[in-house]
C-alpha cells in the first residue's frame, strides 16, 4: 500500500495549531480549489479539501529534505550558515526616486526594475501596503515602476506574499515571474519548484528569487494595533520602519517617531520565525540586506548563476552603483546568521 499523501489536515495539525506556520502564503496559492483563505494572520480552510496534498508539500515549515534544493540549485550543500555565496557587493540604486522610498540602498526594486524593463520578466510579485489598514503588508504583482515605488521598503508584519504568485500566473497568465520574499518563502519557491511534491505550475515560472535577510516578523494585530496604536503613534505619518543595533524605530521621513529596544515588541513575533534558522535566505538566487553595509546601500549577496548574470546586467546597464564586497566583510551577517541557527536549534528543542 503506497503511503498516505498529508492534506490539509495534517498542515493544520502540524503547522498551523503549533502557531509555527510563518504566513508566508504557499498553501492558500497552492490549493487548485481556492479553498484555503486567512483568518486572523493564519492560513484557514474556508472551502471544501480535495486532499490534493498541495498546501502541506509547499509550506516551509514541514519536514524536507532541503539537500535536494542545495543539490539542485549550487550541486552541494554549504557548511557554513550564510550559504552558498559567490560574490557579494554593497549596493544602490541610481534611480533617485527609488532611493526616496527604498528600505536601505533599493538595490531590490532597481533589479526588479532592470528584469521587468528588458522584459527579462512579465511581473514582479512584491509586498505593498494596503491602502485602508495602513502598513497592513499586501502581496502585490508588480509590473512597472510605479507598482515597484509603492512595494518598496521593509513591513516587518508577516505578508502572504506568496498568493500573488497564484495572482501573477491565473490572473495575468504570467510566464516569467521575479519573487521577492523572506527566507521562508524562497524555501516554499523552492519546494515549488524541486520537490517531489512540488506545485511545478507556479515554481516553473519563478525566474527570480531575490531573498530578504529576516530575523523575524511580528503579526499586525499585535505589532501595529496593540502596540503602536497603543502608543499613541499616528500611522498616516509613519514612512518608514527600521531595526537597527538592537532598535525598533519608526520613522515620519527624518523624524524618529519611537526607538525602543527590540526585545519590547517580541512578544509580538511569530513563533514560526523563532523556529526558523534561515537569517540570509541561504537559497535565493541573490539575498539583500541592511546589515554590514553603509546606510543607504544594500548588502547584497550573489548566490546562483542566474542572480550573478541578472546582477552583473543591472550594474552594466547603469541601474546600480557598486561597491565589491568580500564575505569577510558579512562580519555582522555571519554573526546573525550563527546566531539564527543556534536560537532555532534550542526553540525546536523546547516546542
Ligand atoms: C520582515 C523583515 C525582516 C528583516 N530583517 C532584517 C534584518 O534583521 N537585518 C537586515 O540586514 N535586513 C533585514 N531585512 C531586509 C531589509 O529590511 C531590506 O529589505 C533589504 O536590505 C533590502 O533593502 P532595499 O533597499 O534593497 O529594498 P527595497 O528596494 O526597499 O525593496 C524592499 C522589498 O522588500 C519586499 N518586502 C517588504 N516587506 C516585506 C515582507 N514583510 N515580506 C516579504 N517581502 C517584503 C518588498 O516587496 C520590496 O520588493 C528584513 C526585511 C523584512 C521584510
Known sequence: MSARVKIWGHLFVEVIRREICTFCGACIASCPVVAISIKNEYPALVGRCVACGYCYNQCPKTPFDWSIVEQKLFGGEATDPLGHVKAVY???ATDEDIMIVAQDGGATTALLKYALDNKLVDCAVVTGVEEK???????????????????????YVSSPTLTALASAVEEYYAENIAVVGVGCQIRAIRKMQFSNYGYTKYGS???????????????YQGLINEYLLGKGIDLSKVTKFEIAKGKFIVKSNSDILLSVPVKEVKAYGRKGCKLCDDFS????????GGVDSPPGWTTVIIRTDVGEKLFNDAVNSGYLDVKKMSVKDLKITAKLAKMKMKSATEAAAQS
Open 205 to 219: 515560472k519563478v525566474k527570480f528569487a531575490i531573498g530578504l535577510f529576516c530575523s523575524e516578523s511580528f503579526f
Open 281 to 288: 535566505a541561504r537559497f535565493a538566487d541573490i539575498s539583500v
Open 90 to 92: 554593497a549596493a544602490r
Open 133 to 155: 489598514d495602513k502598513w497592513k503588508p499586501k502581496p502585490m504583482v508588480a509590473f512597472n515602476k510605479s507598482d515597484l515605488l509603492k512595494a518598496a521598503s521593509s513591513k
